[in-house]
């Protein structure tokens, strides 16, 4: 799958005046809420620490530490299966639902499950999956799609959601209000949780040496949909593995403060397989990759798999703040999506991610988990051009390299550009290059390589 190129998403995003006074309004307070509650805490640097240094182990010890998860998770009376790719995992999701005969599964809010687009293969089993998160409700009815990891929602305002309810599920409501509008979405979806048979969800967290699934929420409808129902599927990427349960207390501090800017999130829930008589009785974790291995084979670009979703990113970058999410093209928005998705489905295919970044480093100073997000980014725009740049391009820069890897051809290569330059330089400046060359200086000037190297002088004195 190739997504469209960032530039042109983003000036198709960049017209909607709506989308931005409802980022800023959205990610000024969230930065705020963050700030302060990220303040109180004399540690925080440490904890940063803390969840990188537990992230780092878990991707070198990645094969040990999901053996040892699935061990825990099948003891617990959980059935665990391996999914290579978005469609192994779709398919256990639509065999475990027709094995009970439903024709709708409740879900809870999921990125991973949106990543391998579950809802449109479900919905092609003649299976509907409802979406049971205010926020992912309100784009199911409207059939849009998430432009903010914590807030998917967050190019729409109420008023627009008030008439969308008015058309599908709350007919003749008038209020706009937040709470009334709640209120209707509550009502719509209380009987169809109690109805529900198979829920869905994704994992914040799972731990290896449990088996415990963790995940967090503000709404409450998540802890429905993984206690209501009779069966339960938990679709978690083979990264969210923690080593040991105390793990959790870091994250448990990192995620909430830097994703709503709460001490944490209203609803925390875990479970460890099975219990007689209490919540699903048959419980599903799908172990899911899609790509995620071969971002682990290479060393820079493997921290983006420390990632935990916080999407603190988001809010402070300046891209992201002026095209919103849909200009990114996958369900992973801003700075993480620029890092992430070339890597998840190959840098030919999201060449221009990359690019989609001032590098002013904030995304950095944010990231709870110390992601060197600018880094990695560099790192990807080098892959970009080794596999996207035009042949002569590519051979120039090879050229360059190698005169640059030798003194004496380094030194060769001076005295030649101080000869060539000469019917360029105009004013003390190369104002346009000739031929191909002359994209350089279309929008900048070059200064001319020095009459005299400081070699030269030192030697002349
Ligand atoms: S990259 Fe860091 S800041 Fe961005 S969403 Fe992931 S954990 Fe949060």
Request: charged share 25%.
């Amino acid at each position: 799958m190739t997504i469209e190129s960032f530039p042109k998403a983003a000036k198709r995003e960049l017209v909607d005046v709506q989308l931005r006074t409802n980022l800023r309004a959205a990610t000024d307070t969230i930065q705020a809420k963050r700030a302060r509650v990220v303040g109180e805490l004399p540690d925080w640097e440490a904890l940063r620490d803390a969840g990188s240094a537990i992230k780092a182990d878990v991707l070198a010890h990645l094969d040990d530490y999901l053996v040892q998860f699935e061990s825990a998770v099948t003891a617990a009376g959980g059935h665990v299966h391996w999914a290579a790719d978005a469609a192994e995992a779709n398919a256990v999701v639509v065999e475990v639902a027709r094995a009970h005969g439903v024709s709708e599964v409740v879900k809870m809010k999921s990125l991973t499950t949106d990543e391998i687009h579950l809802n449109a293969a479900l919905e092609e089993a003649g299976i509907h999956a409802l979406e049971t998160d205010f926020a992912e409700l309100i784009l199911q009815l409207d059939g849009d799609w998430s432009s903010h990891i914590l807030v998917p929602a967050i190019h729409r305002n109420r008023r627009e959601i008030r008439d969308l309810f008015a058309r599908t599920i709350a007919r003749g409501i008038t209020s706009d209000e937040p709470r009334d509008l709640a209120e209707a979405s509550r009502i719509y979806l209380r009987e169809r949780f109690l109805n529900a048979k198979v829920g869905v969800s994704g994992a914040n967290f799972g731990v290896a040496e449990t088996g415990t699934i963790c995940i967090v929420e503000s709404e409450g409808n998540g802890r429905m949909c993984t206690t209501l129902p009779e069966v339960l599927v938990t679709v978690i990427g083979i990264e969210k593995l923690v080593p040991r349960f105390a793990d959790l207390e870091v994250f448990l501090q990192l995620l909430p403060r830097s994703s709503t800017g709460e001490r944490m999130n209203p609803y925390t829930s875990l479970w460890t397989g099975v219990t007689p008589g209490d919540g699903p009785q048959e419980l599903h974790v799908v172990l899911l990759d899609n790509g995620r291995t071969r971002v682990l084979r290479d060393d820079v670009g493997r921290q983006a798999l420390h990632c935990i979703r916080c999407s603190a990113c988001l809010n402070v970058c300046p891209v992201y703040s002026r095209t919103g999410g849909h200009a990114y093209g996958s369900v992973y928005p801003g700075p993480i999506g620029a890092i992430l998705t070339p890597q998840l489905i190959g840098i030919e295919n999201a060449a221009s991610l990359p690019f989609a970044s001032s590098l002013c480093g904030a995304c950095y100073e944010v990231c709870p988990v110390k992601i060197d997000i600018p880094t990695v980014l560099l790192h990807l725009r080098g892959q970009a051009v080794a596999v996207k740049a035009p042949a002569p391009e590519r051979l120039v820069m090879r050229t360059v390299a190698w005169v640059f890897g030798g003194r004496r051809r380094f030194m060769l290569g001076q005295r030649l550009a101080r000869l060539t330059q000469r019917p360029f330089v105009r004013g003390g400046r190369i104002r346009r290059l000739p031929g191909p060359l002359h994209a350089w200086t279309s929008s900048r000037d070059l200064k001319p390589v020095a009459p005299q190297t400081f070699r030269d002088w030192w030697r002349s004195r």
